[in-house]
């Protein structure tokens, strides 16, 4: 088994001596193969996120079941059903208890600029867990009194500083809905595509907010089960109870309909993958240019390979090799860069944007297709390459 191995760590290695032996044609190679990273990276990041961010408040719901209206579209959309439909779920076997959860778009008056922005407002039912932030279970009491709020620190730069008043006085004024309110505390999630800035208060206060939101109305139901309740049993049961009016989920099933309706009915998905083709294209070009020269600039000694008997897959595999190795290396400072470039997006816009292996590995293999793409373009002149002709 060894003596293979031997045998090839003793041939000449003339893809990568011809690689390395233009210090400058090297770094051009891989600063394209990079930048193509980048722009790939940078694609499919942001995309990931958007997508995410969308299922980031059904995510921090704590329950196993989710009852919605049987109209949910999507989480910036949502129906109401009535608050009568959830507890019918409770004479249900398996199911521990039930917390309504009232979600509405208010409007923010920024305190600095009096300018006017959406914002998410969760209503919680403060006697049965809600939302799985430890802020609401620490804050309770304090949220049982009408007025008060917990802030996102992940909202965006327009809605003012109530971060860092918060963390400065301990509390912060708010208007919301031409109602005076009084964040303190925060919590952290982040933008969507329904809101970029979030609140959460408790039930009474929601109403309080949303003077005309009817009482008996909720739009989602949580659902916890006990220890060892099987969700798709529970959900089997409760199923028949219901009219045609609500649906019921569990919470990755909810989590997966959100997320296909913005890929179904969102515009960026094209955008981005747009992105992405554009980064392979740039690569491609930048790799088939520097091979093409390097094939037409070697011609005497391809051709001097092909005098001594070597065969065309020989010369061809010599500037494979070569896209392979500017696909590896060039590959390493890109995935470097997109790291830094991933935490700096994540701070611009409190977007969720990291770095996964299925992500690095999906990139890698577009740069490897890329530049294998390339340089077999690169090899058609070698095809063709008669020794007699060069000589």
Not at 144 to 157: P, V
Not at 220 to 234: E, F, Q, R, T, Y
Not at 275 to 281: D, E, N, P, S, T
Not at 354 to 376: D, E, K, W, Y
């Amino acid at each position: 088994m060894a003596a293979p191995f031997a045998k090839l760590l003793k041939r000449t290695p003339v893809a990568w001596l011809q690689v390395t032996n233009n210090p400058v044609k090297l770094l051009i190679g891989l600063a394209g193969v990079s930048f193509s990273n980048l722009l790939m990276f940078f694609q499919l990041g942001l995309l990931d996120s958007l997508y995410n961010s969308q299922r980031k408040p059904i995510e921090r719901m704590d329950a196993d079941l989710v009852m919605v209206s049987r109209k949910y579209s999507n989480m910036g959309s949502l129906q109401e059903f009535q608050r009568s439909r959830l507890y019918q779920a409770l004479g249900v076997e398996g199911v521990e208890y039930v917390s309504p959860l009232r979600i509405a778009r208010g409007t923010w008056i920024t305190p600095e600029t009096r300018k006017s922005f959406d914002v998410y407002v969760f209503g919680v039912n403060l006697a049965y867990p809600s939302l799985a932030f430890p802020e609401v279970e620490a804050n309770a009491s304090r949220l049982r009194l009408l007025g008060n709020a917990l802030f996102d620190r992940n909202s965006k730069k327009q809605y003012g500083q109530v971060a860092e008043g918060v963390e400065r006085d301990g509390t912060f004024a708010l208007e919301i809905n031409n109602k005076q309110i009084k964040v303190i505390d925060l919590f952290t999630m982040g933008a969507t595509f329904a809101a970029e800035a979030n609140l959460i208060v408790s039930d009474s206060t929601f109403l309080y907010l949303f003077p005309k939101a009817d009482p008996t109305r909720i739009q989602v139901g949580l659902i916890k089960l006990s220890a060892g309740a099987s969700p798709a049993a529970v959900k089997a049961a409760i199923d028949p109870l219901l009219g045609n009016d609500v649906q019921v989920l569990t919470r990755q099933g909810l989590s997966q309909l959100e997320l296909e309706y913005w890929k179904r009915n969102a515009s960026v998905g094209f955008i981005f993958s747009l992105g992405v083709l554009v980064g392979f294209v740039v690569g491609s070009i930048i790799v088939y240019q520097i091979l093409y020269g390097d094939v037409m600039n070697s011609l005497p000694q391809y051709a001097t390979l092909k005098a001594m008997g070597y065969k065309d897959a020989y010369v061809i595999g010599v500037v494979i090799q070569q896209s392979a190795i500017l696909a590896v290396v060039g590959f390493v400072p890109g995935v470097l860069i997109s790291y830094g470039l991933y935490a700096l997006l994540a701070n611009v816009t409190k977007l969720t944007v990291f770095m996964t292996l299925t992500r690095a590995l999906q990139v890698l293999i577009l740069t490897f297709v890329m530049c294998v793409g390339s340089g077999t373009l690169a090899t058609r002149k070698l095809v063709q390459l008669d020794p007699a002709d060069v000589f």
